[in-house]
């Protein structure tokens, strides 16, 4: 505008000049006059429109700003993180500050406390147990303000320990720590690799290490050479996973109250990636377990309570039995366990979880995270690597299905499903008529329980499919002859459809687990382009994305090499989400019942049918079944007494009124109680 008015100014100033017949050097100099008297405007202009927007921005509320979110944000971390810690970790703090700075080659001049009060953490310790004690139980996050209380309840009604009790852990409960003496492995000696805020720092800084130090040899199932990984041992190996986070520790507290120490409680850890014959074979652990639970008979003059989580089975008892194995005898469980408790059980599969692993590296917890942590934990930890992983893991592999369609239902109906389900269980794999998946392949079909299985071992390498079959069987006999002789076969005994229980008339088993949380049941899947396996060397028409880090070694082809058939890229149909049919399906995943790992039917079936039947249960030993509703409490963390999650359930108040009770001698007080349609199910399936 100023400078609009300026030109027309200029434009009469020209017209006066003219007239008066200046020379044009006085013309020359009032248009450099009037040229400073625009840019002098033009600039006033825009300090005036700065000054504007100025006061815009100090309009803002303060709390929008960046100046006040960032500390923020910072702030919340730090108390987050230090909410997490407990008191005895300052000890611990020092010795990982010191192994981080050596790490880094970071020194520090020495300073006595006086000196330096800050490099001094006892005084900081004190006053951290004092404010620890003052702090409301309910928001300890490491805590669910039950401890020690079910233990005192049992107390109060004069029960004590009376029974020796076993814990047994479940698939990656149990810490693992680094034996490795060669050179590239030996900064990681004597330190957890598995489980502990170690695990976190060498996943973060020394990830290829890691992962090279947890794979399991694909041939033998053992360690590969140069690399030796163990169990943790005692009761902290597997009390918590890392700090804040407990899993045995609760029911551990609670057994203490009534008179329980490591005299007569024992917990068994184990390296849960071995295959359980390797466990005997390389640790001896079915030996060590047996010669403790002997030792505590001999000791205490009483039988055992055996107890269980997760993967933890009937293994143990079918190998002490064996004449060629633990060589016990047909008597030595009726002799020397008293109870068996199985805490949510995987008896007849994780199902798809574990399934969905070894296919594809994927399951519920990769497909269901935002974009953003996907694209994280796919840099970070890729499908193509956990994969490689899961499947050297011959441990994890005992989880796969079992029983097959009889159990898990056809392609129209499966035992679990609803009275108004729209769409069937009983697929374990499907595949939308609009995938990609279809398009010119004809061999695709939506696939129960055993055509999916052996479609599955035929995506994954030779070394695994020997392994599992050399290890595993997932059949179901209902012949008794050949259950009797199945007794004498380790390939069998992680199926309950394959074998008997013992020979023990007076042991109780009570099978435990939650219910009310969805669990991934089935999946929709979709394939993509052919792919070369990673042993395979490329061929020349391999079209690989070198420069993409993201797919580095990702080479893929419009056709597999001719010795290499069945290398298409497979995946979860993450893009399919339908929460408004029953059941629903949600990113690829459709959710069925159980206690959000383990479905239904593997944790009760068993319990509710299968065992009641002579033909697996000759002895004709007493099962009871307690279903555990899950109510999580919304302001605990981790749900508090009253959730039935897959791990959590081992601090809920249910259950660990279930273990003090049959560990003191007041089994009897537990009876049945279901609160899902476990029993109508499981008649549904083809028993006879």
Known sequence: MALTQRLKKRNRSDSAVTGSQLDEQQQAANVHNEIQEDVKDTLEDLKGKQKELEKRKDGRRFYTTRRFLFPLGLLLGILVGVVLIHPNDFSDFQTHLALLMDEFDITIPEFSPLEFPLMNFTRVEMEWQRLWKNIPEPWKLNNNGLEFTVGEKIAAKGLSAKYPVVLVPGIISTGLESWSTSLEYRPFFRKKLWGGFSMISQVTFNRDKWIAALMLDPVTGLDPPGVKVRAAEGIDAASSFIQGYWLWSKIVENLAVVGYDTNNLHLAPYDWRLSFYNLEERDGYFSKLRATIEGFVARENR?????????????????????????????????????????????????????????????????????????????????????????????????????????????????????????????????????????GDSDLYNMTSGPAGTWILERTPTTFQKMLASNYSFGLERD?????????????????????????????????????????????????????????????????????????????????????????????????????????????????????????????????????????????????????????????????????????????????????????????????????????????????
């Open 303 to 439: 039988k055992v309570v055996l107890s269980a989580h997760s993967m933890g089975s009937t293994y143990f008892l079918k190998w002490v039995e064996s004449p060629l194995h633990g060589k016990g005898g047909p008597d030595w469980v009726e002799n020397h366990i008293e109870a068996f408790i199985t805490i949510a059980g995987t008896h007849l599969v994780r199902l798809a979880k574990a399934m969905s692993a070894f296919l594809s590296g994927e399951m519920k917890d990769t497909v269901q995270i935002n974009p953003a942590g996907a694209y994280v934990l796919e840099r970070f930890f890729s499908r193509k690597e956990r994969q490689k992983l899961f499947r050297s893991w011959a441990g994890s592999a005992s989880m796969w299905i079992k029983g097959g369609d009889d159990v898990w239902g056809n392609v129209t109906f499966a035992p679990d499903d609803r009275a108004n389900a729209t769409h069937s269980h009983g697929p374990l794999i499907a595949f939308r008529a609009s995938s990609p998946a279809l398009d």
């Open 480 to 688: 008794v002859e050949k259950l009797k002789a199945n007794n004498l076969d380790f390939t069998k005994w992680t199926n309950p459809l394959e074998i008997q229980l013992p020979n023990a008339p007076s042991m109780k088993i009570y099978c435990v687990y939650g219910h009310g949380k969805d669990t991934e049941r089935s999946y929709w899947y979709t394939q993509q382009n052919y792919e070369y396996d990673e042993i395979q060397p490329d061929s020349p028409v391999a079209l690989c994305a070198e420069d993409d880090p993201a797919h580095e070694g990702n080479c893929t082809s419009p056709r597999p090499p001719l010795d290499m058939p069945m290398y298409r890229a497979t995946y979860i149909d993450a893009e399919y989400t339908d929460e408004a049919i029953d059941p629903p399906v949600i990113n690829g995943v459709k959710m069925g019942e159980g206690d959000g790992t383990v479905s239904l039917l593997s944790l009760g079936a068993m319990c509710v049918e299968g065992w009641k039947r002579e033909r697996w249960n000759p002895a004709g030993i007493k099962v009871t079944t307690v279903e555990l509703p899950h109510n999580p409490v919304a302001t605990i963390p981790r749900g508090g007494g009253t959730t039935s999650d897959h791990v959590d359930i081992l601090g809920a108040t249910g259950l660990n009124e279930i273990i003090l009770q049959v560990a003191t001698g007041a089994g009897d007080e537990v009876k049945d109680s279901f609160v899902s349609n476990i029993r109508e199910y499981a008649k549904r399936v083809k028993w006879d």
